[in-house]
């Protein structure tokens, strides 16, 4: 990788020097660690592809001369600030730069409680504490995962990400083991999983 930018203030003033001369932009967004960008135009003679890994301080030059007609790039770390640009034949700039896609924060499970007979009389109930940095990222849905005693993982329910909690109900009539996860999903856009909250039920 190669760096373009010694600062913030050059790499700001690049980019927006783009968006001056008219330039028309491509929309790139993060999805599930790929890159995916929207260029209804004329495709150019290729790309460069450009990450942050200082949190948007500067940017190095992750791929040089993507093939202009594609518009999707698996990143070796889909999680990083990206932008893109596209090239004429003589490696000039065609477009202006993308803007900066960033990826959806990781929801956090903070905690659990259980509570048996709340919904269904004999079985356990489980509410999540839940906390999601929304940045922005419109108001969306969070999906909660669960996997009981070990088996496969399935989808418990969804909440808007907005929500601080989640009542996972009727779940077990005894004692079991669960592992939940979070993330954010906005239409076809997913974020990234948070780490398994175990949690043990056991009866009163």
Known sequence: MRRVSPSRRAWTATFLQGRRRGRRCPVAMLS???????????????????QSHDGGSTFLLEEEGWPGEQRAYVPADGTLPTYLVGLNANGNPATGPSNVA????????????????????????????????????????????????????????TVPSTATSFTHTSISQGESSLSYRARYRNGTVLGPFSAPFPWDLTLP
Do not use: K, R
């Open 32 to 50: 599930a660690g790929v890159l995916v960008w929207q260029w209804p135009f004329a495709s150019p003679a290729a790309w460069n592809i450009y």
């Open 102 to 157: 960033t990826m959806p924060a990781v929801p956090v499970i903070l905690s659990a409680v259980t509570v048996w007979g709340g919904s269904v009389p004999g079985w356990a109930d489980v509410t999540l504490s839940l906390s999601f940095d929304h940045g922005l990222w419109p108001v969306a849905i969070l999906e909660i995962t669960c996997s009981l005693d070990g088996g496969e993982e399935g989808l418990a329910g």
